[in-house]
């Protein structure tokens, strides 16, 4: 257990050692957007939430249409009901027919999505009112023939005949219209809505309902022959869809149902009185608790497009082409399906019949499988979202570009599926957009940021090291800046002095310009094989040449580098001498010693002046002094112990039994290492044990 917990702890000071070594910007960018980021999940502009609802209908159309229920079944007036029957608005005893049949196939509860605002007469009925009304003009006293006259027009209506045919159902729910305005004016409350409320009402503090200030419902003969009445009341998202359903409307002091709610309690058999509302909470149906925002909305679940839910024509049910037992216990909803209609809405999915959208929140209260908006998500996308941009501060600005572009896809497609996992098997509705744009911006400005930042490096870089090193060693400096740090360091490397032997005899019978031209030719010779053993170049002093191993690029071989380039040195050296004798030149030879230990590394001088990058130390000088004893040794390259023992375990035997030194860049064949003893040299209080090293 307590290894367990260091493993953590190890992993902990990584990563925080790692943002702690971040530059301002990043921090500065990544806090500004997430400033901007974590508000508008909670309040998001306008064009956001157009977008996200957006984003919203697509997972509907990710998932697809679902498995439903049959206990929903749509009388649909169809465009051949109306090509059949006559145009829309029927007569009212036509209506009352359909719902006649309709009614005798026993459905458990009929709602009818048709305002009956206004009342129909027959013909007869308006001859009779027309006589009434001349009666009237002669002056005549009322008496039986008046009443007579009243009572054969109320006979006369077709308004009767359905209200009749309401009655007699017993189980007939009505719609009601709301208007809603932001206009603060006194409500206008018709008296049958006393009656078809919600009789048990407790508000929570919370609750901000939706308030109507007129309401528009069916004539009296047939408000008061329903079962219920519910408000049909649609709130559109912005975008026009619709997404979520009022389950009641305020007006005044009263609280009413929706129009699927009250069919819903039909249809499962609950009285008035077993409906309670918590207004802003829940509607409580008996033993269900339906849950709603605070201003009473669910949001509907779709079942699919249009034509989801079973479907039958008007003209059907006339020419007694449907079976009785198709309705039998049901919820029947009668409404217009036809082309062109006017009650026709746009869903996530299509446009739809409003008797379609009746019958998909009629589903989500019978399935009791609602999407839920929780405020907790709200919290779990906060911290998700600031994961996140510690997962890119810790991969963008220090690892490959590539990594940070798979690590920012990884945590797109995480949340992604996570979001749509959530609504198709949680009906949970997450935000998918701002946080997904969050993360994308993230990822762009620190990209941005390091891209510039990377290139003022790399220039610098380039400015510092082109001159000292290979484009190798510049290149892997650049991919890895922190190994180019200004200032000093302690490294363990490999030092190489180079010196011309017998210069000043050289240049004592020469002119000036035929010296700098040799010289120049054996110094670019030499630059040029410490380049290609990827050397860094420290610099001239005269004729003496100083280059080093082990920075600013970490090299484990940097030994067995040096030693290996300084054979190369003599290799290409004898080709100088080939050429310098055919023409004429005596030629110039040179003595390398070499060093390893550790030393300070780092550029040294004048900031904003003159600076150098080189290494200084002990092991600095006593490269320096064994190069000197190259001379006294008569030996062309002299390294100290400590070189020694650094390569050799480079060394191996070939199969001709010859030795071989192979390192990083490349191999020596027949290498030799003879021990010249102990010398001790200036500086130094111990004696020094030394080798000459040649190949042939």
Known sequence: MSSGLRAVTRWERLI?????????????????????????????????????????????LMRGPHQISDKVVIVGIDDQSLEHIGRWPWPRKKTAELLSLIAAGGPKAIGIDMLFSEPDQGQGASAL????????????????????????????????????????A?????????????????????????????????????NIPLVAQKALVPIEDFSYEAAALGHVYTQYDLGGAIRWEPLYIKIGELYMPS??????????????????????????LKDQVIETDRSGRVLIDYAGPAGTFKTLSALDIFQGKIKPSQLRDKI????????????????????????EKQANVLENILQKNFLRDEEFTKSSIVLFVLLSAVILLIFIPKGKMVHGSIVTVLLLLLYLTATQYLFEVYLLRVDLLTPSVAIILMYSVMTAVRFLTEERIAKRIKSLFSNYTTEKVVDELIAHPELAKLGGTNR????????????????????????????????????????????????????????????????EDHAALGTACSLSMLKRLAQLHQKWADEGVEPLDIGIGLNSGEVLVGNIGCEHKKMDYTIIGDHVNLGARVEALTRKYDAYIIITEFTYEKIKDAIIESESGSMRLVTSVGEIDNIRIEPLGDVKVKGKANAVAIYRVSCS
């Open 16 to 60: 925080i050692w790692r943002l702690c070594r971040l530059r301002w910007q990043y921090w500065f960018f990544v806090s500004l957007i997430l400033l901007v980021a974590l508000p508008a999940l909670f309040y998001p502009p306008v064009f956001l939430q157009l977008l996200e609802n957006k984003s919203f209908d697509a997972r509907f």
């Open 129 to 168: 009112a027309d006589v009434m009304v001349e009666y009237r003009k002669l002056g005549m006293p009322k008496g039986v023939f008046t009443a007579y006259l009243q009572k054969k027009q109320r006979s006369l209506l077709e308004d009767a005949h359905l209200a009749a045919v309401i009655q007699k």
């Open 170 to 206: 017993g189980n007939v729910v009505l719609p009601v219209g709301m208007f809603i305005s932001n206009q603060k004016t006194t409500a206008d409350i018709p008296d049958v809505l006393y009656d078809f409320s919600f009789m048990l009402v407790k508000e929570r503090p919370y």
């Open 259 to 284: 129009f699927s709610l009250e069919l819903a309690r039909l249809y499962l058999g609950y009285a008035k009185e077993d409906m309670q509302l918590l207004a802003g909470e829940a509607i409580v």
């Open 332 to 355: 029947v909803l009668l409404g217009v399906t036809a082309l062109g209609g006017t009650d026709t809405h746009v869903t996530p999915f299509s446009h739809m019949p409003g008797v």
């Open 492 to 555: 363990d490397v490999t030092v190489l002095f180079s010196d011309v032997r017998s210069f000043t005899v050289f240049s004592e019978s020469r002119s000036p310009e035929v010296i700098v031209h040799y010289l120049n030719e054996l110094l670019s010779a030499m630059t040029d094989v410490i380049f290609e053993w990827d050397g860094t170049l420290d610099k001239f002093v005269g004729d003496e040449i100083m280059a080093f191993w082990g920075a600013p690029s970490l090299q």
